[in-house]
Nanobody
């Protein structure tokens, strides 16, 4: 069983930055595929960034070049550094942990067993 707790959300103006954290307990991060998802009001949840290890990282096209996912295994914490934020990034952000499987399924919600409670990010114009 893995417990995930996100933090770091908040309100920021367009062009600003935020760093989200996801503290895991109950198991090692390195055992799982770790991802960030987000859900904007009135929309479905979408995958933002995923990491298996330093050699296997992927981003949604909408955040490439602006967001960076990384993890500190010693601290059992997953991070999402978000730069050049714009209002379209406004959403509830969730971290998720799942078994490593086919890479093409990396953003499938059904592949993730454990979810955090979410942290809100609001970007104003």
């Amino acid at each position: 069983q893995v417990q995930l707790v996100e933090s770091g959300g908040g309100s920021v103006q367009a062009g600003g930055s935020l760093r989200l954290s996801c503290k895991a307990s109950g198991s090692r991060l390195s055992s799982y595929r770790m991802s960030w998802f987000r859900q904007a009001p009135g929309k479905g949840r979408e995958g933002v960034a995923v990491i298996d290890d330093e050699s296997n990282i992927s981003y949604a096209d909408s955040v490439k070049g602006r967001f960076t996912i990384f993890q500190d295994n010693a601290e059992a914490t997953l991070y999402l550094q978000m730069n050049s934020l714009n209002p379209k990034d406004t959403a509830m952000y969730y971290c998720a942990a799942g078994d490593r499987g086919f890479w093409y399924a990396r953003f499938w919600e059904s592949k993730y067993k454990y979810w955090g409670q979410g942290t809100q990010v609001t970007v104003s114009a």
